[in-house]
């Protein structure tokens, strides 16, 4: 196991105030929306801009670009703060400047092309076919997420990180065989770079059918062991956190049924097996990571083998 040290306080601040940034986002982004409409700019903009040529799709191209230049600088110093002062703040970010502004730039030009796609086919579905627009838009959205899902790591993702086909072998064919028992079609697994950008490791399961594969971040696998990295993909933290307890307690049932011995995993601050109540046992952050006799004392059977490891399981408090 890789011997890191965490920061918990460091920790905690950086995700809290991530959460308020989001939420202060979230409040900015409708009330530029309510103050477009109530003010009666949205009008002002369509009238001026409805009148520069008698295609209609033209002046929708030139409204939603007008619009969406005017949002993106209006919105540009939150994005900053959140996007670059805080990581820098957090020793997180390795951009300066220039890079964080280019890449911000290419998100913003990719997100128009889509959104341009979206809602020209919206309005010709509208203008064309009144009587059932919704069902075929929802169907052309449908269809056009799958597209998007396909195509996102050939075509998209190239545009902010480079990838490689993963040269650690040994850890490649246990993510493939991971995958497999649980029914992915995974073609394969690459490294991008995303020390380009952040420290922060990371990791992802992206695209779909010939281009369905998994990517694991440079800083990742700078960081962690392939177990480690096996054990992180192998669990998914917001579906376990939506496990009643008794699903719980079945799911660390199946991933320990092949063992011969007695085990107990540590799961951040809680252990499996369960107490006889079926209840899971919670204990102290400092239990951690301390050897199998100071803490045996804590588990309601006999102990034959234990796994240390904070990364055996997500946390699933």
Request: net charge positive.
């Amino acid at each position: 196991m890789t011997n890191m040290k965490f920061d918990m306080d460091k920790i905690k601040a950086y995700s809290s105030l991530k959460h308020r940034l989001y939420f202060l986002g979230l409040a900015f982004s409708l009330g530029i929306l309510l103050i477009f409409i109530l003010s009666g700019l949205n009008a002002d903009l369509r009238n001026l801009v409805f009148n520069i040529s008698i295609n209609f799709y033209l002046n929708l191209i030139i409204f939603y670009l007008t619009f969406s230049f005017a949002f993106f600088i209006l919105g540009l110093p939150l994005d900053y703060h959140d996007g670059y002062t805080i990581e820098k703040r957090f020793d997180l970010s390795t951009q300066n400047k220039k890079e964080w502004m280019l890449d911000t730039l290419k998100k913003f030009a990719v997100s128009l092309i889509i959104g341009l796609i979206l809602i020209s086919a919206l309005y010709y579905l509208l203008r064309n076919f009144s009587n059932i627009w919704w069902i075929l838009a929802a169907i052309f959205y449908f269809l056009f997420s799958v597209l998007m899902a396909k195509v996102m790591p050939v075509v998209i993702l190239p545009l902010f990180y480079k990838q490689k086909p993963l040269e650690r072998q040994e850890l490649k064919s246990r993510l493939l065989k991971l995958a497999k028992k649980t029914g992915q079609n995974i073609k394969d697994v690459f490294e991008i770079d995303l020390s380009r950008e952040t420290k922060k490791a990371n990791a992802a399961l992206v695209g779909s059918g010939s281009t369905r594969r998994i990517l694991l971040a440079d800083t990742l696998l700078e960081k962690y062991t392939d177990e480690e990295i096996k054990h992180l993909r192998s669990t998914n933290a917001r579906k376990i956190r939506a496990l009643s307890e008794e699903e719980k307690i079945k799911y660390y049932k199946k991933l320990n049924s092949k063992s011969q011995k007695t085990k107990i995993t540590i799961v951040k601050y809680g252990i499996y097996p369960p107490e006889e109540n079926g209840k899971i046992k919670w204990i102290n952050q400092k239990y951690v990571g301390k050897d199998i006799e100071s803490i045996r004392h804590l588990f309601p059977v006999k102990v034959d083998e234990i796994d240390e490891s904070p990364f055996s399981l997500i946390d699933v408090k």
